[in-house]
Nanobody, 125 residues
Framework: QVQLVESGGGLVQAGGSLRLTCTASGGTFSNYAMGWFRQAPGKEREFVAAISWRRDDTYYPDSVNGRFTISRDNARNTVYLQMNSLKPEDTAVYYC??????????????????WGQGTQVTVSP
């Protein structure tokens, strides 16, 4: 069973950048598709990005496409989320997730069995 730990959240002004890091342990990292989701207060968990287990296929919703980039380093058991041109509406707790149900990644949080504890991202106007 894989354990996930996120880091890199914080407070940033609108237009700024942050890079989130998720480090995995306890499993064979390259066997998992990885995803990032976020949840703002009073809102449902929202898909942010996903990456396939080995082929580096990536997926984004329109709300972050062109601003966010997901990548992975299987040698370091790590997945990253580079966030540029941040907006106040990007403010949320960001969660890293791992899936062994699909090698391609998914926008459906139900496809992910393993979750990190989350890291807060706050974007000020």
């Amino acid at each position: 069973q894989v354990q996930l730990v996120e880091s890199g959240g914080g407070l940033v002004q609108a237009g700024g950048s942050l890079r989130l890091t998720c480090t995995a342990s306890g499993g064979t990292f390259s066997n998992y598709a990885m995803g990032w989701f976020r949840q703002a207060p009073g809102k449902e968990r929202e898909f942010v990005a996903a990456i396939s287990w080995r082929r580096d296929d990536t997926y984004y919703p329109d709300s972050v496409n062109g601003r966010f980039t997901i990548s992975r380093d299987n040698a370091r058991n790590t997945v990253y989320l580079q966030m540029n041109s941040l907006k106040p509406e990007d403010t949320a707790v960001y969660y890293c997730a791992a899936s062994d149900k699909t090698p391609y990644g998914s926008s459906n949080p139900g496809m992910f069995d393993y979750w990190g504890q989350g890291t807060q991202v706050t974007v000020s106007p």
